[in-house]
């Protein structure tokens, strides 16, 4: 079992930018990887997805705004997020999500 461990969440402006990260406790190499969101009354969705061979997928609402990387050798997957709505407000997970690994979540706020 890996734990996934997300930081980088906070509150910021609308226009703002912050960076996740999702530290795994062991390799993730083989895994396709991706950031969920949940904003309170809503559905999970996620919003960016990662392959081993560092294809990326984006949720319409967040194209052009949000880059996911990922490196390997350090078990990390990032989530660059710029430019930032008060919509992008939620828990934002990252999750291996084909062997079921989550990590428990951090809290983005956008509000001016």
């Known amino acids: 079992q890996v734990q996934l461990v997300e930081s980088g969440g906070g509150l910021v402006q609308p226009g703002g930018s912050l960076r996740l990260t999702c530290a795994a406790s062991?390799?993730?190499?083989?895994?396709?990887m991706g950031w969920y969101r949940q904003a309170p009354g809503k559905q999970r969705e996620r919003v960016a997805g990662?392959?081993?061979?560092?294809?990326?997928n984006y949720a319409d609402s967040v194209k052009g705004r949000f880059t996911i990387t990922r490196d390997n050798a350090k078990n990390t997957v990032y989530l660059q997020m710029n430019s930032l709505k008060p919509e992008d407000t939620a828990v934002y997970y990252c999750?291996?999500?084909?062997?079921?690994?989550w990590g428990q979540g951090t809290q983005v706020t956008v509000t001016s």
């Open positions: 999750a291996a999500p084909l062997v079921s690994f």
């Open positions: 062991g390799s993730i190499r083989s895994n396709f």
């Open positions: 990662i392959t081993t061979h560092g294809i990326t």
